[in-house]
């Protein structure tokens, strides 16, 4: 009966042991990959000049030129008023030039 539980236990530990192996080359294998794509592929940012038409509005433009990089559109309204040194959002008028940032992904190969 010994023999028996030592048989069922070195069994069990065998497996766990396969298990937590695998698991660990599985892991170890998709977050290289992820990290090569990573190095390959990066996202820059850029920056143009627009001339603000009649009836823009900086969600106007924000619509045409933000990228997922930013976590929402007043995040991006609010870096164009920053840069641009306007007092507020509202603060456009047609003819005006605006510098607006914006993200490429660039392949570094």
Do not use: R
Not at 12 to 30: C, D, G, P, Q, R
Not at 66 to 73: F, L
Not at 85 to 101: A, Q, R, W, Y
């Amino acid at each position: 009966m010994n023999k028996l539980f030592n048989f069922i236990s070195d069994k069990k530990i065998a497996i766990i042991i396969t298990i937590i192996t695998i698991s660990i080359l599985y892991v170890s294998v998709t977050h290289m990959d992820a990290a090569e794509a990573d190095a390959t592929n990066a996202s820059t940012k850029f920056y143009t000049c627009i001339t603000v038409e009649s009836g823009d509005s900086l969600w106007d433009i924000a619509e045409e030129y933000k990228t997922d990089e930013y976590t929402s559109t007043q995040e991006y309204i609010d870096e164009v008023v920053s840069i641009n040194n306007l007092k507020d959002e509202s603060s456009i008028v047609s003819g005006t030039d605006l510098l607006v940032p914006y993200y490429k992904v660039t392949d570094l190969k």
